[in-house]
């Protein structure tokens, strides 16, 4: 069992050779992909691939660099498209103070919208944060005080604290590929030390191809050498890496199992 817990299979570079890249992807043992959206004009799209293969899920949401575009996505249009049966989780969703792509303000109210809309289905939710721990982990805390909700940081690169809270909040954590960079050697020390039955990993393809892909198109079927990494990193066997990360992938996205 492998499971890349983030992907978008729809996006240009992937969405050409759909089927090889899954093929690819199941060669190299991936069983389970989360699709994932980030605007509203794709959610179409990202469940239909879902429809069609057994192994991707889809997600429903907004990126944080698409919150100005947006205006009138709210909980209630979130909660009525993840009712279809094959849309496992609400994201990705969260802060990008890296790039400003979208108003602050506006990132943040998308950001609430979308954490209510896991409140009321009960889905986890997908957090993309960069350059913005502090309101993050605010926000996140926040919510979580008006009732529970679940939720994985995608992509994580950001601080060993931040991580310690995520993890006090019942967050997952996801690494993807960055981990396998020379340079990130802060990643590879938090990364060693998460708790074995909180860690998920992906790939965010077409993006982030890991070691020893770089420059290339990312694809799911690169999960593996992400995954191959991270074992040796934390001093564990692949075997038991993978079949851990694949059963926390399906114990969070619960309705993968329904
Ligand atoms: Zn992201
Ligand atoms: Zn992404």
């Known amino acids: 069992m492998l499971a890349d817990s983030h992907c978008h299979l729809n996006y240009k570079g992937l ?5 090889g890249m899954l093929a690819r992807a199941r060669d190299r043992g991936v069983t389970a992909m989360l699709n994932i959206s980030t605007r509203e004009s794709e959610w179409d799209a990202v469940i239909a691939t879902a429809e069609r293969e057994p192994d991707v899920w889809a997600t429903v949401g907004i990126h944080p660099h698409e919150a100005d575009a947006h205006p009138h996505i709210d909980t209630a249009k979130l909660v009525e498209r993840a009712r279809h049966p094959r849309v496992v989780g609400i994201g990705e969703s969260g802060l990008d103070y890296y790039y400003d792509h979208s108003d602050r303000e506006r990132q943040q109210a998308s950001f609430r919208a979308h954490i209510a809309a896991c409140r009321e289905t009960g889905l986890p939710l997908i957090v993309h944060t960069r350059d913005a721990e502090g309101d993050t ?27 310690d809270k995520a993890l006090a909040l019942g967050f997952y954590i996801s690494i993807s590929g960055i981990v396998t960079f020379k340079s990130a050697k802060d990643l590879q020390d938090t990364a060693a030390r998460l708790p074995l039955d909180r860690l998920l990993v992906e790939t965010d393809a077409p993006f ?49 199992r329904a």
Do not use: W
Not at 239 to 256: C, M, V, W
């Open 15 to 19: 969405i050409e050779d759909q089927a």
């Open 137 to 163: 982990a605010a926000i996140l805390a926040e919510e979580m005080g008006k009732g529970a909700y679940p939720g994985v940081i995608h992509c994580f690169t950001a601080s060993g604290a931040f991580a």
């Open 208 to 256: 982030l191809a890991p070691v020893p892909h770089r420059g290339k198109t990312g694809e799911p079927s690169f999960v593996a050498d992400t995954a191959k990494f991270l074992a040796e990193l934390r001093g564990e066997t692949v075997e038991q890496l993978t079949t851990a990360t694949a059963e926390n992938f399906h114990r969070l996205f619960a309705k993968t």
